[in-house]
């Protein structure tokens, strides 16, 4: 894990951020997720400097594409933006906004 990655790990392991139970480097298919939130089918990626390289942004895109067709939803956050205490407080409101809670069925909302 990068250190970006490593931070943010922090701040959701064991269920810290309002109880969400996150997996860190998540093997699905043939990719490695840094974070993943199985209840919610969310993966949340911290993306270097490399990730602005114009090769890297099209893998990025075609790994996003298989994840979604898959019903994997996909949170990308820059690591600058997670490095900073003030800023990844936004990251941490993006994401509990995108894992709402259970629906009454017991189940995550759908897809």
Avoid: C, N
Avoid at 21 to 36: E, M, N, S, T
Avoid at 50 to 76: F, K, N, S, Y
């Amino acid at each position: 894990m990068t250190l970006p990655e490593v931070i943010l790990w922090g701040d959701l392991r064991a269920g810290r951020l309002k109880g969400l139970r996150f997996r860190r480097q998540h093997p699905i298919g043939p990719y490695i997720l840094d974070l993943y939130l199985p209840s919610h089918r969310l993966a949340v990626e911290v993306d270097g400097a490399g990730h602005d390289h114009p090769d890297q942004m099209r893998h990025d895109e075609r790994r996003d594409a298989w994840l979604t067709d898959r019903g994997i939803r996909v949170l990308r956050f820059p690591a600058t933006v997670v490095l900073k205490d003030d800023e990844r407080e936004g990251v941490l409101e993006t994401i509990v906004r995108a894992a709402p809670p259970s629906t009454a069925s017991g189940g995550p909302p759908p897809p």
